[in-house]
């Protein structure tokens, strides 16, 4: 299912999915459900994709979709800019120390 599923998703030798290498049975077993599981190598891919057309300054990543201290960090990594709304998302971004300019 290209295009739908995370990039690094592959079939195990057992026929389970797996994503970043990770057995996502082995995921819930550990941790529960249900359980967000985030590919960075996807999330990078557009991400980079959106910026490389648009250029990095254009590009803002919006927080109501899923904002925690990792996805800042990564964000300013890219160089890309971050979306809040709330206080609670501005409090992440601050505790991830993204710029706030």
């Not at 201290?69 to 300013?76: S, T």
């Amino acid at each position: 299912m290209p295009g739908v599923l995370p990039d690094t998703a592959s079939v195990s030798r057992e026929g389970r999915l797996s994503i970043g290498g990770c057995d996502v049975v082995e995921l819930a077993d550990n941790f529960g459900t249900p359980l967000i599981v985030f590919d960075r190598a996807t999330f990078e891919n557009r991400a980079l994709a959106f910026a490389s057309e648009l250029g990095p300054e254009h590009v803002f990543y919006a927080g109501k979709a899923f904002c925690c201290v990792a996805v800042c960090e990564l964000l300013k990594e890219l160089g890309l800019g971050l979306d809040v709304c709330t206080g609670g998302e501005l409090a992440t971004a601050i505790a991830a120390e993204f710029p706030l300019d």
